[in-house]
């Protein structure tokens, strides 16, 4: 089994900037596809990013594209969130997910139904 915890929420203006991490914990998630979804009160939890297992291939929802950065540290099993330009509508829960069953991602990482695990979610809130 894979525990996954998510830091670095929180408050933040329009335009500021936050650093969301995941760290994985009860086996290496080196070899995993990982991703970031994202759940705003009322709607469905929506892919933001998704990273291959060795960072080489990324893949981002086109609303995020040039303003959030995925990235990883597989000898720290973390993964990271960079989120500048922060928006109004970037307010959500922020998950992470690990995808277990490919070392590549699947099409665009989008599917939540290929993620087997889930953190339990670290709130973004942006002011305007």
């Known amino acids: 089994q894979v525990q996954l915890v998510e830091s670095g929420g929180g408050l933040v203006q329009a335009g500021g900037s936050l650093r969301l991490s995941c760290a994985a914990s009860g086996r290496t998630v080196s070899g995993y596809t990982m991703g970031w979804f994202r759940q705003a009160p009322g709607k469905e939890r929506e892919f933001v990013a998704a990273?291959?297992?060795?960072?080489?291939?990324?893949s981002y929802v086109d609303s995020v594209k040039g303003r959030f950065t995925i990235s990883r540290d597989n000898i720290k099993n973390t993964v990271s969130l960079q989120m500048n330009s922060l928006k109004p509508e970037d307010t959500a829960v922020y998950y992470c997910?690990?995808?277990?069953?490919?070392?590549?991602?699947?099409?665009?990482?989008?599917?939540?139904?290929?993620?087997?695990?889930w953190g339990q979610g670290t709130q973004v809130t942006v002011s305007s």
């Open positions: 990273i291959s297992w060795s960072g080489s291939r990324t």
């Open positions: 997910a690990a995808d277990p069953k490919t070392q590549f991602i699947r099409s665009d990482g989008s599917a939540r139904s290929d993620y087997d695990y």
